[in-house]
């Protein structure tokens, strides 16, 4: 298993990529596979970092292994419950231009990015488990 | 009138918005402009980019110009069809 702590603040997405830059040479990721995991772990770590509202200090933690073909990757923290996957806004994503709201896009692309993304509180962090075929 | 045109290279994550909408924001006078956004070089965006995007849309619009998108790269392409920025974006 493979895992990395990131602090609670944007600038930390850069430990993020460089994370993602190992795992594609650990595990020989074709360029699809490496463009959707950073997309989907950007869009979780960011929406994590924004909406947590835990202080800079605190830990965001990501553990990825590998079984046969698949990566299955937990992103932990310390926030207060929240399931994305039902707490966040719908996304729009048929309304016209005028109209069209913003809200939930990351989310949206993590469930379409990635095969199985599920969601648990484990005693006082919040686990999103997201799966992907590469 | 030549067009605007905005260049952006590499990636487009949360790292980097604050450049594009640093070139957005110096934009002088948009009206009635073709606002050109080459995207050859553009190699990720995430959902905030999409919303500068967005943004920039009904910004040029408003001001009856027009903004188009050129030359994304298949896997961007591929997150503009995905959350159904394809239909409401001027994309070549």
Known sequence: ??????????????????????????????????????????????????????????????????????????????????????????????????????GGLGIYLIKNLMDVVSYARKGEQNVLIMNKKI | MNPITIYIDGPLDALHLKDLQDKVDSLENVEGQLVILECAEMTYICSSGLRIFLAMHKDVTARNGKLIIRNLQPLVKNVFDMTGFTQILNIE
């Not at chain 1, 990566?71 to 729009?92: K, Q, T, V, W, Y």
């Open chain 1, 1 to 102: 298993m493979k895992k990395i702590q990131l602090h609670n603040n944007i600038c930390e997405l850069s430990i993020l990529f460089s994370f993602i830059e190992e795992l594609e040479k650990e595990y020989t990721l074709p360029p699809h596979i490496v463009f959707n995991l950073n997309l989907a772990l950007e869009e979780a770590i960011t929406n994590i970092i924004q909406y947590s509202n835990l202080p800079e200090s605190d830990i965001i933690e990501i553990k990825v292994e590998k079984q046969d073909d698949i990566l299955s990757i937990e992103i932990l923290d310390n926030g207060i419950a929240f399931n994305p996957l039902e707490d966040a806004p719908p996304a729009d994503i048929t309304s016209n231009v005028e109209d069209r709201k913003i």
